[in-house]
């Protein structure tokens, strides 16, 4: 698969090594998914924290470390809810061959968070 023109242009200002991730599950992947939100500002950050989204303004999004994904139905018009797992396992396996240690909200224990991949 490959990604839209508007996940490339969410995965500006994003670390290269999360982004060459990104791009190389992208293309393995045997499914479709979108990048929904990457570099982040500060003013965005306040009001996720404030509406419940995000519980902190320490947020690797802010520096660039951070993005969100979701997986989509094949057709691409919805979130394909039953395929976070299998987009993880392929975020840290791609992410192991190129040696970088990454994160997923998925894992977290007090705010799940499955859409969410951040470099460790």
């Known amino acids: 698969m490959e ?3 508007t996940s490339m242009e969410r995965l500006e200002g994003v670390d290269e090594r999360l982004k060459a ?3 190389e599950c992208a293309v393995r992947c045997k499914f479709p998914f979108n ?3 990457g570099l982040r500002t500060v003013e965005k950050q ?3 924290v404030r509406q419940g989204k995000s519980r902190t303004m320490k947020s690797k999004h802010l520096i660039g470390k951070a993005v969100d994904l979701y997986p989509l139905t094949m057709n ?3 979130v394909d809810w039953s395929r976070f797992d299998d987009l993880a396992e392929l975020m840290f396996q791609v992410a192991s061959e190129q040696g970088v240690a990454i994160v997923w909200g ?3 224990k007090s705010f799940v968070d499955k859409s969410h991949f951040e470099m460790g």
Do not use: A, M, P
């Open 3 to 5: 990604l839209s023109k």
């Open 46 to 48: 306040r009001e996720y």
């Open 21 to 23: 991730i990104v791009i």
């Open 76 to 78: 691409r018009k919805q």
């Open 106 to 108: 998925g894992n977290w």
């Open 35 to 37: 990048v929904s939100e």
